[in-house]
């Protein structure tokens, strides 16, 4: 095995052909089965080896385009399978967002946040609100439910409205630092929730309890988004903005400063770097990818209450984020796909299993230890178990490596501009 | 001239007086040395004038602009940089990046210019490398550049702070205690470079030492503290033969003969 690893590192042709190989065969075992979980599981992992892969950057993109958005939706569209796959896939995307957007705040600004979820019912109630007839209550103008076609300015909307709240939050909250940021922000969250739950009077503006039923589905030139086949590539499109979005920012000078915060605020601030004002953006730009799926969420569910955004909501976020490796983007995204597909697949799985052998009389299995009951429970033992043997998460993060031959080029016209004597005089290391 | 004006300078921490009423003016271009034995005041000085604390009375002003209630990124932004004397460096960081934060403040790249990568955040980010590629040649880290700066040996750390607070191209360099923890050899290659670099770069150095070898071979102004009073200032020669100094090092025993 040790070999064969060796000889297939550094041989790119071997590799693609690997790949290719395995997409097929996963496609095609996908393509005939009926509604196999495993075979979808599969062709999802063909993306973690794309990642693994030595291909140039470009066209590891590009492949990973022709999976999402021709080979995955092609091969599951047979079965009977093919929307709650679709399904599956649209709620991973929707929880990688968050997981980046949460990523930044605290694998890269490094401020632990605990309420995150409630970003996320922001952007579901801004959409909510308006594309139901809800809004009539209050507003003295307007004609409710706005149609379908709003849903696009509304994600926009969405993330603008996440990001003030973001900052609206941070202004007080950033005040305390560590574990009283925790506590905080998870009360956040809560009070979130329960304001959602409450603002039914005097003027009922979330309706409450009872939620916002048929919110009004996405609609351009007369194309209606209805079900979860057509949802997944609006989740995608909005996927790519927010991965390249992440990455752009964390090799920026807005990321530097996020890092140089999280490791030393005071070091931080001798550099000039604003402190209140680092940590808001990145509680705004994390919020702003909720708030953006969460316009998405409401959309697709045509319903929106506040049993949607519980604290266990934000642990999961969070665990997502723990689990994939803090700070490291493509550990985020797997962190986020593992968790939910634990969530949606292979919980209920299991359960349905054990339940039919409990039906069959094979064993006798308590209700009440289902696995889909115990997610606490799941996410608990996760937590510990990375936090002793593996804190960096399933793929750490990686700093950049920067090309020394071109430096060395660029550097000499600075020694010119600012330095007379010979810089190799100094030390010696 | 004066760069850096120090009047009735106080702080208190509880009933403890950390620095009191201490009045201290350096010159621009100087080399100059505060000194004085353990919890003189000696941190918190440098604390003060960098806005870490805010003090209890008194001024301190840069040029001629007072740094009193500003906050420590804008008194960097005001051209005073320092280093800490227990080292404060972005651990998970690479050591690129380390100086690269110390340009944050030269940087124009908004919000929106990241987002779309345009020409001018690029060729910036680009620039920016450079810039501290060569303060890491300056001292010495070049090839280390891509390494994490916790994995650095401690003299490198202490270099990469140095150069991390160049790259803000401060007016004013504050070092505190940049020889501790360095083998003879490493102290007497930062006696050459502080001299060096007040030489190069148009900058003024202040520095905690505790190595006096180094103190006296280095700097033209020495200001000493004692339970945070000034005892004494002056030239090497005058400090080394201050019966009020050699007291507070070694005890009253030392001057007086029993
Ligand atoms: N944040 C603080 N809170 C309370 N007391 C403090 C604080 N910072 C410093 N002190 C106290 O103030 C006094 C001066 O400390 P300071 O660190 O300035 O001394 P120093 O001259 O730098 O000493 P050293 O040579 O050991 O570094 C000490 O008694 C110290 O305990
Ligand atoms: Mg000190």
């Not at chain 2, 060569?134 to 550049?145: D, F, Q, S």
């Not at chain 2, 090497?236 to 007291?247: H, L, Y």
């Amino acid at each position: 095995m040790h070999k064969l690893t060796n000889k297939l590192k550094g041989n790119k042709l071997a590799q693609i052909i690997l790949l290719v190989l395995y997409v097929l065969v996963t496609s095609l075992s996908l393509y005939l089965a009926q509604a196999s979980v495993t075979a979808f599981l599969l062709m999802l992992f063909s993306l973690l080896i794309l990642y693994y892969t030595e291909l140039p950057d470009r066209l590891k993109w590009v492949i990973a385009g022709v999976v999402l958005i021709g080979v995955i939706p092609f091969v599951s569209s047979t079965g009977p399978g093919y929307q709650s796959y679709m399904e599956v896939a649209t709620v991973v995307g929707i929880y990688v967002a968050m997981a980046l957007g949460l990523n930044i705040v605290v694998g890269l600004a490094g401020l632990l946040d605990l309420g995150f979820v409630a970003f996320f019912a922001i952007g579901a109630y801004t959409y909510g609100i308006f594309a139901t007839g809800q809004a009539a209550n209050f507003m003295p103008f307007g004609n409710f439910p706005l149609s379908g076609e709003s849903f696009w300015i509304f994600i926009l909307i969405g993330c603008f409205v996440a990001a003030l709240f973001g900052v609206l939050l941070g202004i007080p909250v950033l005040r305390v630092k560590g574990d009283y940021l925790a506590i905080v922000t998870l009360g956040f969250g809560e009070i979130i929730r329960i304001v959602f739950n409450n603002l039914d009077k005097p003027v009922n503006i979330t309706n409450g309890a009872m939620g916002l039923a048929s919110v009004k589905p996405p609609e351009i030139f007369g194309y209606q988004f209805v079900y979860p086949n057509q949802f997944y590539f609006i989740v995608l499109g909005i996927l790519l903005f927010v991965i390249l979005a992440v990455r752009r920012f964390e090799y920026s000078k807005i990321g530097r400063s996020w890092k140089a915060v999280r490791e030393n605020e005071i070091a931080a601030q001798s550099m000039g770097i604003h402190l209140v004002r680092t940590k808001l953006l990145a509680f705004a730009i994390g919020a702003s990818f909720s708030g953006m799926m969460g316009v998405v969420f409401a959309a697709k569910q045509t319903f929106v209450d506040p049993t949607s955004f519980t604290l266990l909501e934000s642990i999961t976020i969070l665990v997502m984020v723990i689990l994939g490796g803090m700070g490291s983007v493509p550990g985020v995204i797997l962190g986020a796909a593992v968790i939910t597909i634990l969530n949606l697949q292979v919980l209920t799985e299991v359960t349905n299993y054990l339940n039919q052998l409990s039906l069959d009389g094979v064993i006798s299995f308590p209700e009440a230890l289902a696995p889909a009951k115990m997610q606490r429970f799941i996410f608990g033992a996760i937590l510990i178990i990375f936090a002793i043997y593996r804190p960096q998460g399933l793929i750490p993060a990686k700093n950049p490596v920067f090309d020394e031959e071109s430096l060395k080029e660029g550097s000499k016209k600075h020694r010119k501009e600012q330095i007379t004597v010979e810089p190799d005089k100094g030390f010696q290391a | 001239m004066s760069i850096l004006t120090v009047s009735n300078l106080t702080k208190q921490f509880g009933g403890l007086v950390a620095v009191n009423s201490v009045d201290i003016t350096v010159e621009k271009g100087s080399i100059t040395a505060v000194i004085g034995p353990n919890g003189a005041g000696k941190t918190t000085f440098f604390n003060l004038i960098t806005g870490v604390y805010q003090p209890d009375n008194g001024n301190v002003q840069l040029g001629s602009t007072s740094l009193i209630g500003k906050k420590p990124h804008d008194i960097a932004r005001q051209g005073i940089a320092r280093t800490f004397q227990n080292i404060r460096l972005f651990s998970n960081v690479t050591v690129l990046e380390n100086v690269m934060t110390g340009l944050h403040k030269q940087l124009k790249a908004g919000l929106v210019g990241t987002l779309f990568q345009t020409k001018t955040v690029r060729e910036e980010e680009k620039r920016a490398q450079e810039e501290a590629y060569h303060w890491l040649e300056y001292v010495g880290l070049a090839k280390h550049l891509n390494e994490d700066a916790k994995n650095l040996s401690y003299g490198a750390q202490r270099r990469l702070e140095i150069a991390r607070a160049l790259a803000t191209k401060p007016k004013l360099l504050l070092l505190d205690e940049p020889a501790a923890g360095m083998n003879p050899r490493e102290t007497r290659e930062l006696t050459e470079f502080i001299h060096r670099m007040r030489e190069d770069l148009d900058v003024t150095i202040v520095l905690i030492e505790h190595d006096m070898k180094l103190v006296m071979e280095i700097s033209e102004q020495i200001f000493v503290l004692d339970h945070g009073v000034k005892i004494a200032e002056g030239k090497p020669a005058e400090i080394r033969n201050n019966v009020k100094v050699i007291e507070a090092y070694l005890g009253k025993s030392a001057v007086t003969p029993a």
